[in-house]
């Protein structure tokens, strides 16, 4: 029996059984995972002053690791069954999740151990995240493979919604502590691990493996870098990623230093961004073709003026009403070009390039985090808005100058006026004129034929 679903619709992906309850799981599992973050950006505020640097430097560790072992994720995924791989991980990351809560609920906690975990979970994260992307096209299949990835970033920004408010609530609740946002956390992991194992395997689409040879690294990155398309999207996500999309650090900064407020606020604050993520991913569920590459270039532009914009914000209520579009205009960004690079690359090669795609979009966090972090804590919060936003302006700008320098050499290279070609040796005679001289030579009009 198949499992393909036809037709059109917003929410077609959801009729695949197996998508259908990893979905559901994964809803639950993400809301616990926003909840982490929050939780863990309060926390090092807590411990730090309300330091920025070691904000910045968190999320850098919790980031970086993409750097080094996203790659080898991207081969695991196209080596190995990818849902055995993701019980593993979301195994790894439940029990990392409980230790930082046992962690704060024993007062135990030193801002050195928060570090060292956030590290360890960017690690399994690290392999978890190609793995999860190149698993989508086999829950699905190809057809489907666009909705499902607008969908997953419906969910992963339905949870972004629904988990800092609850994190926010139950931090408030607990008089400031973070250890029930972790134990919640822990707990979510469980939903996910039971959707992948109650999936049926006869209706999925797994990809040919690989087998395990040297220089499968190798080739996943020259074929990335022999194909121009990719290389637009990559650069692209790159920049905007290392810049523009730090908002976990930028919002908590302005609720405390700008706005002087809580962990409340932060939540509600948090949720405006993820209201406007929200209606982004809603927007690209209609897509259902590989997204142009001006697109993926207006997105960038588009994104980086309304970051600038939040930045100048007068006032708190400006600053959570001008969320709602950013937050809009960054998932339509990072929706139109992931998928622009699933759907452009060869089944055998989609969790190695999209391993690329992650260190690329993800890789840079190490580096902007605490750039943007250093830049509010000295010039003052809003400017990490306006610097992040200014850069993927800057990004999405040169983006376009790059396709449109592109465009105008192979228009020069196919379309050559005749009169300007250049014949070397005799001048080509044509026929009629041949026909004509030889003709004349025989004594004959021209035209006429010979007689029998």
């Known amino acids: 029996m198949s499992n393909r679903a036809e037709g059109t619709g917003a929410f077609r992906s959801l009729r695949v059984r197996n998508y259908r309850v990893y979905a559901a799981a994964n809803l639950v599992s993400l809301t616990g995972t926003w909840m982490q973050r929050i939780g863990q950006d309060w ?52 029990l990392l999740a409980l230790l930082l809560g046992v962690l704060v609920a024993i007062d135990g906690i030193a801002l050195w151990h928060v570090f060292v975990l956030a590290g360890a979970l960017g690690a399994v994260s690290a392999v978890d995240a190609p793995v999860r ?17 607008s969908l997953n970033s419906t969910i992963f920004n339905s949870a972004r919604l629904i988990g800092p408010s609850v994190a926010g609530l139950v931090i408030a609740v607990a008089a400031g502590d973070t250890a029930p946002a972790f134990f919640l956390n822990a707990a979510s992991f469980a939903f996910t691990i039971a959707a992948l194992l109650s999936m049926r395997p006869g209706e ?32 692209l996500a790159f920049v905007v990623g290392t810049f523009a999309f730090n908002y976990q650090v930028t919002i908590a900064l302005m609720t405390r230093e700008v706005f002087d407020l809580g962990a409340g606020a932060f939540g509600l604050l948090s949720t405006c961004f993820a209201v406007g993520s929200l209606s982004g991913a809603l927007l690209s569920t209609r897509r259902s073709a590989r997204p142009r590459q001006r697109f993926l270039v207006v997105a960038a532009v588009v994104f980086g003026l309304f970051t600038i914009v939040c930045g100048l914000a007068p006032g708190f209520l400006w600053f959570a009403v001008l969320l709602v579009p950013a937050g809009a205009a960054g998932l339509v960004f990072s929706v139109a070009n992931n998928s622009f690079v699933q759907l452009g690359v060869d089944p055998q090669m989609r969790g190695r390039v999209m391993a690329l795609y992650f260190m690329c979009f993800m890789g840079g966090t190490p580096v902007g985090a605490p750039v943007i972090g250093w830049v509010s804590e000295h010039l003052g919060a809003p400017w990490g808005f306006i610097l992040g936003g200014a ?22 290279t196919r379309v050559v006026p005749p009169r300007l070609q250049l014949h070397v040796g005799p001048r080509p005679v044509p026929p009629a004129a041949v026909r004509a001289a030889a003709e004349a030579a025989a004594g004959k009009a021209p035209g006429q034929q010979a007689a029998g």
Request: proline content about 4%.
């Open 133 to 149: 992307q190149a698993f989508v096209a086999e829950m699905v299949g190809p057809e489907l493979l666009a909705n499902a990835v």
């Open 43 to 94: 926390l090092v505020l807590q411990l730090s002053d309300d330091n920025g640097v070691a904000l910045g430097l968190i999320t850098a560790l919790q980031f970086g690791p993409t750097l080094l072992l996203s790659l080898y994720g991207g081969v695991l995924a196209d080596r190995y069954a990818k849902r055995r791989l993701l019980v593993a991980t979301q195994t790894l990351m439940g």
């Open 204 to 235: 999925l689409h797994p990809s040919p493996a690989l087998g395990r040879r040297r220089g499968q690294l190798r080739e996943g990155l020259a074929y990335t870098w022999s194909r121009p398309d990719l290389v637009l999207a990559m650069g």
């Open 391 to 412: 850069v993927a302006m800057a990004a999405g700008t040169g983006a376009a100058a790059w396709l449109a320098r592109g465009r105008s050499v192979r228009l020069e």
